[in-house]
Structures are given as C-alpha cells and as structure tokens.
C-alpha cells in the first residue's frame, strides 16, 4: 500500500490538523461532514474516559449523517502523543484499537508495535516530522504517512523550507505524503500539491472557525496578525514552536525566557491542564499562515470557499500549461 485509498474520495485533499485545546468533536465532525479529515487530540480530554466519549460522539454523528444523507463522510483521526512522559498513551491506544479509529497521527515518537496495533485492525498511522532523520526512523517504524512540518507551520514545527523538505523526504518515503506549513487557502492547498504532497495539512486557518475551541480573542489576534507577529521557541513546552507574539508579551514573556529550554514532560502537562494553568491556553500558537485569514466562518462556509480557491488555482495551471506548450 502506497497511497491511501480515502484521498480520491475527499471533497478536498486536506486534513484539518489535530490542535492542542482547539480541536473538538464538533470540529472534527463539521470537517467530515463536509469532506475532509476531521483530527483531535487525544490530550484535548482530561482522562481516557472523557476521550472515549468524544470517539463515540464523532462516531454516531458521522453514522447518523450518513444514515441520513446516503453521503459518505470522510474518515476522522486522532493525535497520540508517543512520548515516555505521557502516561495515557496506552490506555488511549487501547481505546483507538476498541472503536477502531480510521487514523492514528503520532507525535514525538514512531513505534513499530504501535504502528502494528493499529494495523490489526485496518486503521492508518501517520508521523510528524521536521527532518529527514526523524523521517527514516518512522518509515522503519512502517507508518503510513509522514506528514512534513515545515517553516512556519502552526503549533510545533521545523525550520526547513517546504519546497527542498518534499524534495528530500519523497527520495526516501513512497507512501503518503502531507505537508504542513502556512496553508490556509485552496491556492496553498493546489501548491502543496504542486510540490509533490498527497494531503495538506491544515491547522491555523481552522483556529478560526465558528466549531474551534478557541476563545474569540485568540481569533480576533489572528486576523489582527502578520507573518512576522510569529514567535519561534522552545521555552514554552520544551519542543521549538510557533505562537502568537502579542500573547506572550500580554503574559509578560521576554526575550531572555525565550531563549531558555524547557524539559518536555506531558505528565506535567496534564496535570496542569486540570488545574486549567496550563500555558498553552493563554499562550496561543499559531502559523505564518495567519496573514491570509481575515474571518472566522463556520466550517462549512470555509471548506466551500477553499474548494473555489483550489479548482481556481488549479484551472490557473492548466491555462499556464497550456502557454508554455
């Protein structure tokens, strides 16, 4: 199996990216619906039985719209964090392997065994990475999918230009292929494309949107924001990341504490997403992406205008083709 089989079923090659605090069932299931691939975190709940109630409520929803429309939605996902100091990582596998969620998308970690447990029961497992190295290492691990996080991608992200990053990992990887990294319109999406992935992978643009989690002053500072209002650092969650530098000035966080490197511990994490301290909910994240988002619409309304951006771009090319003939 090379590429995988539900792309040429999706209203849109895209995914929307699972986002720490952001993405919800009501997301995931309004991004299905209406055709692409709807992701969450599995971290976005406090404990495994919360998160097992957000899989069944995706499950019936997308089973009642398909029951009452005859359409197919698109499949859903879930981000597994593969980190040693996660310690919900096996109970939430377990739970993904007993509802038999179509696709697993694992961070700080590709594992074989994992990889294997998902394929037992016909679910996809796809890696995120920044570089090649972190590449071979999950297409050992016998993934599915790498999706390549590129400059200026939301959330935790590389620093390698996506252009020579599809290059170099299309070299060594034949399976699917997904690039993230400052998509935010149907003319990103028809790029990524052009580039040689398979799936853009989307998060920013769908912070801001009527289904997201995010607070309306997280949205109100992406449209007010620029490409160069974005913040690279690893001080706030120990892995380098991308986020909103008017947030971190209005917590007090100067340049000195962005120079420092915090010690990545998702045990810490969780406890203090209970305490409801956690810093990701005041600190925002966000991409390069945010100087082409301007509104926050329903999720809807915005996949119905990324697929005009992209036959329009796409229409753009052929006419190109046809005048360098």
Not at 148 to 154: D, I
Not at 263 to 284: C, M, N, P, R, Y
Request: aromatic residues 6%.
């Amino acid at each position: 199996m090379s590429k995988a089989s539900f792309i040429s079923q999706l209203s849109l090659p895209a995914i929307a990216a699972p986002m720490f605090l952001i993405s919800g069932p009501q997301l995931v299931i309004e991004c299905c619906k209406n055709g692409i691939v709807g992701t969450f975190p599995a971290l976005n709940q406090r404990t495994s039985e919360g998160f097992e109630e957000w899989i069944i409520e995706i499950k019936t929803a997308l089973n009642d719209f398909e029951n009452e429309t005859g359409k197919k939605a698109a499949p859903f996902g879930v981000n597994l964090i593969v980190h040693h100091s996660n310690p919900r990582v096996k109970a939430d596998l377990a739970l993904c392997v007993k509802h038999k969620v179509p696709l697993i998308i694992t961070s700080l970690g590709a594992v074989s065994e994992l990889v294997e447990t998902v394929h037992s029961y016909g679910g996809l497992v796809y890696h995120d990475v920044i570089k090649k190295r972190h590449a071979e290492k999950a297409a050992e691990a016998g993934v599915d999918g790498l999706i390549l996080v590129s400059a200026g991608a939301g959330g935790h992200a590389g620093t390698i230009n996506p252009m020579p990053l599809v290059t170099e990992i299309k070299k060594i990887f034949n399976k699917t292929i997904l690039l993230s990294g400052c998509i935010s319109t149907g003319r990103d999406i028809a790029s990524a494309m052009q580039m040689g992935a398979d799936l853009a992978y989307m998060g920013t643009r769908f912070i801001n949107t009527k289904e997201s989690k995010a607070p309306k002053a997280y949205r109100d500072m992406i449209i007010d924001a620029g490409a160069s209002d974005i913040v690279y650092t690893a001080a706030i969650s120990g892995v380098a990341a991308n986020f909103l530098g008017p947030s971190l000035k209005a917590m007090g966080i100067t340049e000195e504490m962005l120079s420092r490197k915090k010690k990545v511990d998702f045990g810490e994490e969780l406890t203090a997403q209970e305490d409801e301290v956690k810093a990701w909910s005041t600190i925002w994240s966000a991409g390069q992406g945010v100087t082409a988002i301007h509104n926050s619409p329903a999720v809807g309304d915005l996949i119905s205008e990324l697929k005009i951006e992209f036959k329009t771009a796409i229409e753009e090319q052929f006419t190109l083709l046809k005048r360098y003939n």
